[in-house]
């Protein structure tokens, strides 16, 4: 499965970005996904996850209220809104794909990168006036 992140862009504090990460040569077929954000010098770190049924979303606190996480299986795309965007939200976002849903469930397993099988290209987001 590749996946295929986009939607990244320069925005305004307080503006909107919604990221897109598709799959080819495969689906997202039973597969928990995610979104990390590396900025330079930083670890990439957990954004938010959701289940492949859609009905468990999970956020890091920095995005809590201010991000969601929606996905359209028909279209093996998942979403990443972005709202109230801060200069701190600067990074580059990559998708991930592969997580069980018993590690979705663990705060430690969907945190880990390594516990995603497939990655998407990553996408520059840069907030900024």
């Known amino acids: 499965v590749q996946l295929q992140a986009s939607g990244g862009g320069l925005v305004q504090p307080g503006g909107s970005l919604r990221l897109s990460c598709a799959a080819s040569g495969g689906t997202f077929s039973g597969y928990a996904t995610a979104w990390f954000r590396q900025a330079p010098g930083r670890e990439r770190e957990f954004v938010s996850a959701?289940?492949?049924?859609?009905?468990?979303?999970f956020y890091a606190r920095s995005a809590q209220g201010r991000f969601t996480i929606p996905r359209d299986n028909a279209g093996d795309t998942v979403y990443l809104q972005m709202n109230k965007l801060k200069p701190e939200d600067t990074a580059v976002y990559y998708c991930?794909?592969?997580?069980?849903?018993?590690?979705?469930?663990?705060?430690?397993?969907?945190?880990?990168?390594?516990?995603?099988?497939?990655w998407g290209q990553g996408t520059q987001v840069t907030v900024s006036s």
């Open positions: 991930a794909a592969g997580a069980s849903q018993s590690t979705l469930l663990s705060l430690r397993g969907r945190s880990a990168p390594r516990s995603y099988y497939y």
């Open positions: 959701i289940s492949w049924s859609g009905g468990t979303t």
